[in-house]
């Protein structure tokens, strides 16, 4: 069978839904590996019509039991969910740190959800690329929303869960300083606030603070106004507010208002995977020089790193010559 | 006065430890600006004397208290110290979140502390190398012992602090358990383990907890054993046990035994520095093509992604052609 006929007979097997084929893309653009780049295209055509949900949070805040049951609700209402989990993992193990172990069992048996994680170990740039791939594929293969789940502890996690429709912050209360700390950075990307855990008795000066802190940091801009909504998976409360929320903002988001969005991720997607090629073909490089220059750069005999780095870099032939950059330029946004 | 002999009279006096030079070549490596680049190509020369000590743990694992007692500790024993605060930023505020409210305002005033934040937004692979280039200033400044701290939640985090002699991984009692899990990525690179807040009764249940995951996780290779340090900020205890573990390892770290960490040091940021620089030629490049690109990919008419950035690193040169890639071997490894 030719590859054509292959990636066309993968693709018609992804658009019936069918989760084995599902899960063979999904691997094939988490390796990042050339084979059935051709599907993986074809994907890329196909997709647009999920609405995309990005929700992240700090650790504790929440964000798995909310995510779980703001799926079951959703499936009640008659949507197929998609949930693609970006987990952190050992830089060094390779071990996927959350996994499918704090993933909802009760789910698993349900064709209309379809959970999958992506590690992040190792994938600079290569992360957003599959993760966005992968929900692609599952837009294609008919999950009319796809939740991107991220613990939000990186500018990686960050970006990428931003690459959505809508972006959902969870807080929640009771969590030390230092943990607090780390949401600041979260602040500015969401679409809607949610509070988890309301039930606790604290719960309403986690909701003031931050309402307090939006009021003095976000600028309203255009025709969204940010709530911030208060939930309890304890209690099943927050979630029919939350839904209408998440609602209103897919009419913005797929009309014009959404439409300099969509175009900010188009061109993130490019810059993403170009970033994954440029320094895929350079570690293949440095792997080469390295052992050679390593030993003279920890005796401090050879040029710095950064001097070092530069003449490697222009005998790449990489901006060395204006031409290049010309001849790049018009082959390629004409 | 020309170029040279203005890095000449500036490294005279960060070698005099002047705090103003030193502050100013700092912030010239933290905006990776090509000023001051052969003042830099300098310190690089003269560094290396110094003992590099990298100190990583989860939020809330009182990683910032446990410096600030270290460091107050080496100071009686007549240790000069540097810190260089490695500072998770918002990615779109740009603001730094810990910065200098945590520093210990006691030491301000001591010129035998030079405490430094440095911000990680937006700084792919300049924040390795801005890092370290900190660290040889400050080496070269006369300081000889040198802290790394960095909260450990990003690959990228983990990756900077694992580039001293002496790593060492703070834990706590009592925090929870999604934290707990992103702990599970920095276990391995401990050469020194600390348990800090020893004075909480839930303390040994952490200690016998990491105990037993070290046994079972992390394998002795060579001459060094990890140890786990009990450690109390309130009650002042630990801290003889740690600094005598330091010393140990600092002995290790210098000897044949520490050669190919160094090695693995200069290869990493000879790495980084590449990195660096062929994403800021490819940003560039980007900025150009991603106007025009970028809403076709929002349209889905264009090529995806991925076929696009491949044509876009073809078009600029990169490994296109094989001679390249022998040429740069050649006239580098040399």
Known sequence: MTPVRDSLELIERVKAGAPVAIARLISR?????????EALAMVYKLAGRAH?????????SGKSTLVGTLAQKLRTKGHRIGIVA?????PYSGGSILGDRVRMSEMATDPGVYIRSMATRGATGGMAQATLEAVDILDVAGFDTIII?????GQDEVEIVRAS???????????????????????????IHVVSKCDRSDANRTLGDLKQMLMTRVAPDGPWTVPVIATSAVSQTGFDELIAAIQSHRALAFGEAGRQRRIDIGGFRLRKAAEMLLLTRLNAHLDDLVPALAPRLAERTAPDPYALAQELIR???VGSEATHERNARSKIAR
Request: hydrophobic share 40%; aromatic share 0%; glycine share 16%.
């Open 52 to 60: 995309v949900i990005g929700i992240t949070g700090v650790p504790g």
């Open 165 to 191: 429709h809508t972006t959902i912050v969870v807080s929640a209360p009771g969590l030390g300083d230092e943990i607090q700390a780390l949401k600041a950075g979260m602040l500015e990307i969401a679409d």
């Open 315 to 317: 005998s790449l032939g």
């Open 29 to 37: 653009a988490e390796a990042g590996s050339v084979q059935d780049r």
């Open 149 to 153: 789940e991220t613990v939000g502890v």
């Open 86 to 90: 970006v987990d952190p993992s050992s």
